[in-house]
């Protein structure tokens, strides 16, 4: 789904920047009118010199010529620098629309555009749309003033010669406007082709342990070498249209300026041009030069902004599946009562043979404070249900309450800082263990973020880091193991102080000891803040007001942990496997202790 209205035009996007534009507009005009008076004054110059002027009545003349010349190249920096700049501020604040355009979609819509893929849009396309409102424009605005102000001069000058030279240009304009169409398409193919390769090295460097655990390199090599393959073949192609369409301006440009050396000639002899007349004809013509010769890279580079808006356009219309309602309602914080109201979950459109509800008829009522517990068999909606607090997914039916009111009728930012969420799957920042902690609330103290390494058992871990708490952690917290970083996530979420505490398997890579003292932690935050947890492990929720044993995306069983093991059901089942492989966990330990 795309909104128009978010959709970026040539004309809207270099709006809000007319009037810096008309200013270096303003600059170019005053460089072409240099640029035109020079030729006159080498004219009148010749002449001199033919008339036989002595040298102190023709200096003057040539220091005007200078002065001219010098004002001429003034004049030029300053129109590059007023239209270049507002280039380069076009691409500035559409890299801002793109990034908050990016942070306001929902997960699933994702899955339709590869991080490569993205990373070209932000990075190669935003690169080609600055030079299309940059260099581009200077440059076609420059050749529109250059043949509107010689055409008149050089017809001015010798209408039959001015007709000779120009019998090329029609030529010219025409394969130019064939050749854009074929640019235009080329572009677009050749940056997509680009965004396949870059997605292949996200890939595999994300997945490089992987790769080199099953011995992949030889595959991945494969797989990477066909998409530069592709690429590049696009790239030759691209590059030959643009390249041959440049050698043909330059031939038409030369041919112009051959007719008007020889036939100029020719006119002087007949005495319909003096020679003054010619030497400024041949000046005039050589000023058409490099517009006709730029003309065809211009139309490229043209083509590639345009082909690249919109590729940009695709992230900027694209209308976020979860977003602020039309008329938000103000809710005072009351301490976090959660409620469920026949919650239902559905992947895929209604009208999708391969949809599925991974969630549905989900109910659920929880006092503020309380401790809620969900376990269940992988796949079977506790992540999907976690999430929908947040409002990191949405319901698809059913509705969520936060203090009785729709989160869905909330603003995002208002429900986001209620909730805090630690995810099984923690990510973490290319930055220090106390930055990655206090990533929610910046102006936290670090002795207040030294509080908290006890309550997510880290402390003895961080004493461990070379740099301590200002240990840099590297990309995604490469360098710490798995539960380290499920228990700075866990941190991070608990110095945000939320009403509604979010965990979703949040002890899943910890030893059983670790986890042991963070259960502690969890059990003093139960009575401080609304829990909601998730959990393979039961021994996380046994304490908990109420647990929801989940299958197939429902709701199978209810209830206290005694009163769920009294029924012998589904819990009692997943409870006595845990204690087994607890059981089995510990004589391995006491086996190996004992070697």
Aim: glycine fraction near 8%.
């Amino acid at each position: 789904m795309a909104s128009a209205n978010n959709r970026r035009t040539l004309r809207g996007v270099l709006y809000p920047y007319r009037w810096r534009m008309l200013v270096g507009f303003a600059w170019l005009m005053a460089t072409n009118a240099a640029a035109l008076w020079a030729p006159r004054l080498l004219n009148e110059g010749v002449e001199m010199l033919r008339a036989g002027r002595p040298w102190r009545a023709v200096w003057p003349h040539a220091v005007l010529m200078a002065a001219v010349a010098v004002a001429g190249a003034i004049t030029r920096v300053a129109s590059r620098i007023s239209v270049f700049n507002v280039g380069r501020d076009v691409e500035y604040t559409l890299r801002s629309d793109v990034y908050r355009a990016l942070s306001r979609q929902a997960p699933d819509w994702f899955a339709s555009f590869p991080s490569g893929d993205l990373m070209t849009r932000a990075t190669s396309d935003l690169s080609n749309v600055r030079l299309l409102f940059g260099f581009t424009l200077l440059n076609a605005v420059n050749t529109l003033v250059v043949f509107a102000g010689t055409l008149p001069l050089l017809w001015g000058l010798d209408p039959v010669l001015a007709v000779a030279c120009l019998v090329p240009y029609p030529v010219v304009f025409l394969a130019a406007r064939g050749v854009s169409r074929r640019v235009f398409a080329q572009t677009r193919e050749n940056q997509a082709d680009l965004s396949e390769v870059g997605a292949r090295v996200q890939e595999f460097l994300g997945g490089l342990p992987v790769v080199r655990a099953f011995a992949a390199e030889d595959h991945e090599h494969a797989r990477f070498t066909a998409a530069t393959q592709k690429y590049y073949a696009s790239g030759v192609r691209l590059a030959v249209t643009r390249n041959l369409f440049g050698p043909v301006m330059g031939v038409l440009g030369a041919a112009s300026a051959l007719v008007a050396l020889w036939y100029g000639a020719l006119r002087v002899l007949d005495g319909h041009l003096t020679v003054g007349g010619l030497v400024e004809f041949n000046t005039r013509v050589a000023l058409l030069a490099w517009p006709t010769l730029a003309l065809g890279w211009l139309l490229a580079v043209y083509q590639r902004g345009r082909a690249s808006l919109e590729r940009l356009n695709d992230v900027l219309s694209a209308v976020p599946a979860i977003r602020d309602p039309e008329h938000p309602v103000d809710v005072a914080p009351a301490g976090g009562a959660l409620r469920l109201e026949g919650v239902g979950v559905r992947r895929g459109a209604a009208d999708d043979a391969g949809a599925r509800w991974t969630l549905h008829g989900v109910d659920l009522d929880l006092p503020a404070r309380g401790f809620v517990g969900i376990v269940g068999a992988t796949g079977s909606g506790k992540s999907t249900l976690a999430m929908l607090v947040p409002r990191l997914v949405d319901v698809t039916a059913g509705r969520v309450l936060v203090d009785g009111v729709d989160v869905r009728e909330q603003p995002l930012m208002v429900v986001r800082r209620r909730v805090a969420v630690a995810s099984q799957e923690a990510f973490l920042f290319s930055a220090t263990v106390l930055d990655n902690i206090r990533f929610g609330r910046p102006d936290a103290g670090e002795a207040e973020v030294e509080t908290l390494l006890d309550a997510v058992a880290m402390r003895q871990d961080i004493t461990a880091l070379p740099q301590g708490i200002h240990t840099v952690v590297g990309e995604k917290g490469i360098t710490l193991s798995g539960g380290q970083r499920q228990r700075v996530a866990l941190a991070r979420a608990l110095l945000c102080a939320p009403e509604i505490l979010v965990l979703d398997d949040t002890v899943s890579a910890v030893d059983s000891e670790t986890e042991q003292r963070m259960l502690a932690a969890l059990r003093s935050e139960a009575g401080r803040r609304t829990l909601v947890v998730t959990s393979h492990r039961l021994s996380a929720v046994k304490d908990a007001d109420e647990i929801l044993v989940l299958d197939g995306g429902a709701v199978v069983e209810r209830g206290k942990h005694d009163a769920l093991l009294a029924r012998n059901g589904r819990y009692a089942a997943l409870w006595g496997r845990e204690r087994v492989l607890e059981e089995l966990t510990r004589m391995e330990r006491d086996l190996g202790g004992a070697a």
